[in-house]
């Protein structure tokens, strides 16, 4: 049996009852950190471009946009929501995936659930389905998948959003399976777009796609069977050296879902081991005028991702690791107000981030950024730093999500409104009808445009 069939057959049996606790909890999280930065999101420019175009073209209005008032048809509600989440860059991650799993599964269920009158138990056991599929056609492609320039949550991402909307309309195998096909030969998105609106629209249009293959499978349109593994199918063309043979191991008893990573910091996440170091630099007393010369050795994944040496905007900024250093040494944070047009006009920024150099060296392992800064006074500093070691501590990691939330979730929302999200998230599983939950999510009276 191929990865395509043993997935779906996966997805069209899992039910909230064969969730274990852990990952109810991570299921949880991942929903809180992702209605936080769709919120602050809401209010960036792509999105209102988009809402321009979906309101002037009209359609039934069946499922809302977070943290704005006005209300669109499914497949719009996905691809505005999917796109207003990943546009700050501060959604979470899985290296499995090799990008960002709830930015395009969740919009696409969130959508239909609200329409559906779904309850909190059936779109947690819908978002498990498709957060667990992106993560293994993920690890079915290899990491050459984004070296040829494909952009991993957009191409991959069309499986989860199916996936999870397969599982929340309750269609069998069969229909699981076309619902694949049906989201494979949609799939896009490349990664000479960072920087620029089209990176969040990517999350957005794989959601929007996902969405539509659910429901064409849900009324027998036919598609290939095999997509992720045929002659023609996805993975000889997307990536010719992928593991054509993958069939995952131990699906339903160990969840993908326990390896996600959340962001502390408003950027890439390629960027975030350099950043630790730069606070922890600055937490030791380091100057900007005591810096003589960076040299950044990221992990070599993402090295082209974060390569951009002087960023022209603040979307590129988000992609630059001398940039993104030098935001964090002279800040002291790196959140989403950091990262504003008017921190590439600071001449200390700039300053520090002329400094920084960069190599790619295969041997720097995931997740990790080895920097040397040499002082004015002759010192060598030697740091690394691994993003693996964040959050170890659970009651940590809960505090931090939940700082993160109210940080974004209140730019839009009031306190109240805000408080009330939060728990109504956090007690997700009591959910009758999911629409509940989201309008605690939406603003009142006039667009937001």
């Known amino acids: 049996m191929g ?26 999280f991942c929903v809180l950190d992702w209605f936080g930065v769709a919120l602050s999101g809401s209010k960036e420019p792509l999105v209102d471009i988009l809402l321009q175009v979906l309101m002037a073209e009209g359609g039934n209005t069946l499922a809302s946009i977070v943290g704005r008032s006005e209300k669109v048809s499914l497949q719009q509600a996905a691809l505005v929501n999917g796109s207003a989440s990943h546009a700050l860059d501060f959604d979470d991650v899985n290296t499995n995936m090799m990008g960002h799993p709830t930015v395009v599964v969740l919009p696409a269920p969130l959508a239909l659930g609200e329409w559906k009158g779904c309850s909190g138990k059936d779109f947690m056991a819908a978002f498990v389905a498709g957060f667990e599929t992106v993560c293994h056609v993920g690890l079915s492609q290899t990491r050459k998948h984004g070296a040829r320039g494909w952009h991993p949550t957009a191409t991959i991402g069309h499986f989860g959003a199916a996936a999870a909307c397969a599982n929340l309309l309750h269609l069998d195998s069969d229909a699981t399976t076309a619902s694949f ?42 598609a290939s069977q095999a997509i992720l593994e045929e002659e023609e199918g996805f993975t000889h063309t997307f990536t010719p050296d992928g593991n054509v043979a993958y069939v995952p191991e131990g699906l339903g008893k160990r969840y993908e879902i326990l390896d996600v990573k959340f962001k502390r910091y408003a950027s890439c996440f390629g960027t975030h081991p350099s950043i630790d170091v730069a606070l922890a630099l600055r937490e030791e007393g380091l100057k900007p005028d005591d810096i003589e010369s960076v040299h950044a050795i990221p992990f070599p994944g993402l090295y082209d991702a974060i390569s951009i040496m002087k960023p022209s905007t603040s979307l590129e900024g988000k992609f630059s690791l001398p940039y993104t250093f030098a935001v964090a040494f002279v800040a002291g944070k790196a959140g989403e107000d950091e990262f504003g047009e008017e921190s590439l006009k600071n001449p200390e920024i700039i300053k520090i981030r002329d400094k920084v150099t960069m190599e790619k060296d295969e041997k720097i392992p995931v ?8 002082t004015r006074d002759g010192r060598t500093i030697e740091r690394r730093a691994d993003v693996n070691q964040v959050f170890k501590d659970s009651k940590k990691k809960e505090e931090s999500l939940r700082n993160k939330f109210f940080g974004c979730a209140t ?19 009591t959910i009758e009808n999911l629409g509940s939950m989201i309008n605690l999510s939406v603003t009142r009276g006039a667009s937001n445009g």
């Open 367 to 374: 997740n990790t950024s080895h920097v040397v800064v040499k």
């Open 411 to 429: 730019k839009v929302l009031t306190d109240g409104q805000s408080e009330d999200l939060y728990s109504s998230i956090m007690e997700l599983e």
């Open 181 to 222: 096909g049906i989201a494979g030969t949609q799939a896009a998105g490349l990664r000479t777009s960072f920087g620029t609106m089209c990176k969040p629209l990517h999350a957005g249009k794989a959601s929007m796609n996902g969405l539509l293959a659910a429901q064409l499978a849900e009324k027998g349109f036919t």
């Open 3 to 28: 990865l395509t069939r043993k997935l779906a057959e996966f997805v069209s049996s899992l039910r909230y009852e064969d969730l274990p606790p852990e990952v109810i909890s991570e299921v949880k």
